[in-house]
Every structure is written in C-alpha cells, then in structure tokens.
C-alpha cells in the first residue's frame, strides 16, 4: 500500500510531485507514550512512481514519520493518515491483492452510475478514490463496456386526476 501525492515539500525542504510514498519493507517502531497513547515512527521512502517501488528500484529519498494513536492494531494505516494530513491532496492506491474479487462484489445500477460519472474528472482531493494502473482501468474500463446498463429510468407518467364522488343530497 501507498499514497499517490500531488505535491509535497518534504521535512528536508526538497519538493516534489506527482510521487508514491509508501512504508512497505520499513519498520514499525512502537513505543507506549503517555494516557494510553502509543508513538508509532517509521520511514516513508519517496519514489518517482508507484511502478517504481514495486519494481524494487531504490529511492534515497526518505524520512522520519511519527504519530499518535490509541489503538496500535491500526499499525501502518495511522502513519498514511499522518501523511495524508500533512500533504491533503494525496490519495490512497490501493494494491490489487487488497482488492476484493469482482466475482464477490455486486453492485447496484445507481451505484455503477454514480462510478462512471466519477471517471469524468480526477480526483482532486481525498475523497476516498481509488487510483487505478493503467492496466486496472483498462481491465475496468472494459468490463464495463460489456456490462449492459439499462435505460435511467424516465418520469413517473401522469395519473389521471380522480373524479369528484357525487354528492347525494337526502330527499325531505
């Protein structure tokens, strides 16, 4: 797991952007902190891209992140959020291994809507968006063009205004 980041001006003062930071292969260094809070430190390493880290190609871009947290189960997830605080254009991506087969998700038709009208503009700020590999939204993309979505349902016809009942007036 990592985060895609627009823009960053790192503690060193060096800036960059459109980088991939991540903790993977770092260690985690817990310590038991005050009001039981724990200190939660590891190293992010910078890449050029997210093909990069996983490629194993070597960044001598990192440094120190530290945060709080009270529950230490949330491990590496606290240190992302720590940074997604401190550059708030950034955006989780998310690995296809974390990803839950398509074959056990079901979605409904307003929510598949509601997901292509998404894909018209890039995210811009942490919205929960999914960054996708060229090759995932291809598979994505094509998946979806073979999937028949059926016409947006159009206005509730017009009902007939009911006829006023007669009123029968008692004979004296």
Partial sequence: ???FVPSATLPSGI????VYMSF???VLYVMQSTNNQ???TSYCTVFSSREAAKNGNPSSIRFNVTTKVSN???GYQALYN???TRYPGSVDVIEPSQ???LSNVTLSIDTIRSILKDFTSPPTSNTGNLVMTANMASQFSSLIQEFPLPPEPGPEPEQPAAEPEEKIEPVE
Avoid: A, D, H, R
């Fill in 1 to 3: 797991m990592g985060i």
């Fill in 82 to 84: 720590e940074l997604k």
């Fill in 99 to 101: 990803v839950t087969p």
């Fill in 15 to 18: 800036t960059v952007s459109n």
């Fill in 38 to 40: 724990y200190q939660m």
């Fill in 72 to 74: 230490v189960i949330c």
């Fill in 24 to 26: 993977t292969n770092e």
